[in-house]
């Protein structure tokens, strides 16, 4: 059993990974439209872009498929990825989920930034940006990834630190508990925070950074 707490305690301590140039620019630009405090409004627009690149990754990995299916280990390749990238998927359309059921519980309206045509229009952003570095090192777009996902980790353990009543909040929503079956919101959003070192770990993997996995203590990854 992972000790939620623990670990997320952790990610506080652990320094955040040094971002590139691009990925320090798409968080400036995502706090000067949001903010710099997270909010579940500015999580839900996180999230509704996370899952961005592994669509991105996984048809360009078909594409391979289809005119490499002779190549067998390349298309083995390209099969493990397109499995990790459909894992992912779900998992952050999860997230997106909890979070709007989180904020319907609260009564909490959606921020300006997520109607539906500027929202539009952010995703059509990075999907061209996914797309693109796909297109000429789909390993660039892992490294990417990787930094995303810290950020996005080191989000949501400094959210549940900076609301501390989430842990005095039961959580009894059936489908949140569908994601995870723990007794408090402050755990869940802890278990949303682990999934993205989850996600970044896998990103490290696919693109030849094993060495910077971050392992939970006691447990192999």
């Not at 630009?29 to 669509?55: H, N």
């Not at 360009?60 to 005119?67: D, E, P, Q």
């Not at 796909?134 to 660039?140: C, H, P, S, Y």
């Not at 995870?180 to 278990?191: E, N, P, V």
């Amino acid at each position: 059993m992972i000790d939620l707490k623990k670990e997320c305690q952790a990610t506080l301590d652990r320094p955040r990974l040094k971002y590139s140039a691009i990925a320090k620019l798409f968080f400036w630009g995502m706090d000067l439209v949001t903010g710099k405090k997270t909010s579940f409004s500015k999580a839900k627009l996180l999230e509704t872009l996370a899952c961005i690149p592994y669509r991105e990754w996984e048809i360009r990995k078909y594409a391979h498929i289809t005119k490499q299916y002779a190549q067998i280990a390349k298309v083995k390749s390209s099969q493990d990825i397109i499995e990790w990238a459909r894992y992912a998927q779900d998992n952050e359309y999860w997230h997106l989920l909890v979070l709007n059921e989180k904020m319907k519980e609260d009564g909490i309206k959606d921020a300006w930034y997520l109607a539906p045509l500027i929202r539009l229009l952010m995703v059509m952003m990075y999907v061209m940006i996914a797309r693109t570095v796909a297109f000429w090192n789909i390993r660039w777009g892992f490294d990417f990834n990787a930094q995303f996902e810290d950020h996005a980790e080191h989000v949501y353990a400094q959210f549940v630190k900076d609301n501390p009543g989430l842990d005095q909040q039961n959580m009894s929503n059936p489908l949140v508990k569908e994601y995870a079956d723990l007794s408090t919101w402050g755990d869940i959003f802890r278990r949303i925070s682990l999934d993205e070192r989850d996600h970044m770990n896998n990103s490290f993997l696919y693109s030849g950074q094993e060495a910077s996995i971050v392992r939970y203590e006691g447990m192999p990854i």
